[in-house]
């Protein structure tokens, strides 16, 4: 439920100005009488359904843009709400494909050629987890106020 009131603040803040809307509705319009021309050439200009959808869908569009922009408020909102919705899904994916192909094995080579950069497991010969550390050469007070 919180995961639909979080897509619901993204969409309801959207501009939906004239401006916008002819836009939405030119642009979209455009990509899909593209879509719906290269389909029509790549079945030998043999109208079938999707072409003629495609052309059918995309000219609307295109007109309602041009000639009546408000008409296009809903479609916009449905379109945004769907763009919302597959970008937060693709986020997911894309990281989660990012990690498994970069992080994991870096942790593997990590651990197969290198010791652990943490001390994980205990060291019962150990008397003291403390690292010693060298003095340093200036002075503590003058290297806390030395800036970088």
């Known amino acids: 439920m919180r995961l639909f009131h979080a897509l619901a603040a993204e969409v309801r803040p959207l501009d ?6 002819r836009s939405f509705g ?4 455009g990509v899909l009488l593209a879509l719906g021309a290269f389909a029509l050439w790549r079945r030998g200009w043999a109208l079938t359904l999707l072409p003629s959808a495609l052309l059918g869908v995309g000219g609307t569009l295109g007109v309602l843009g041009l000639l009546a922009p408000a008409l296009l408020r809903p479609v916009y909102r449905v379109w ?3 763009a ?3 970008g937060f899904i693709m986020t997911r994916v894309l ?3 990012l990690f498994m192909l970069v992080i994991t094995p870096i942790g593997w080579i990590r651990r197969t050629v ?3 950069p943490i ?3 205990p060291n019962p010969d150990a008397k003291s987890y403390w690292i010693p550390r060298e003095a340093s050469d200036v002075d503590d007070k003058e290297r806390l106020e030395r800036f970088y």
């Not at 939906?16 to 809307?21: E, K």
């Open 16 to 21: 939906t100005s004239r401006r916008a809307l």
């Open 26 to 29: 030119l642009v979209v319009g």
């Open 80 to 82: 945004m709400t769907l």
């Open 84 to 86: 919302v919705v597959l």
């Open 95 to 97: 990281l989660s494909v």
């Open 114 to 116: 290198s010791q652990s």
């Open 119 to 121: 001390l994980t497991r």
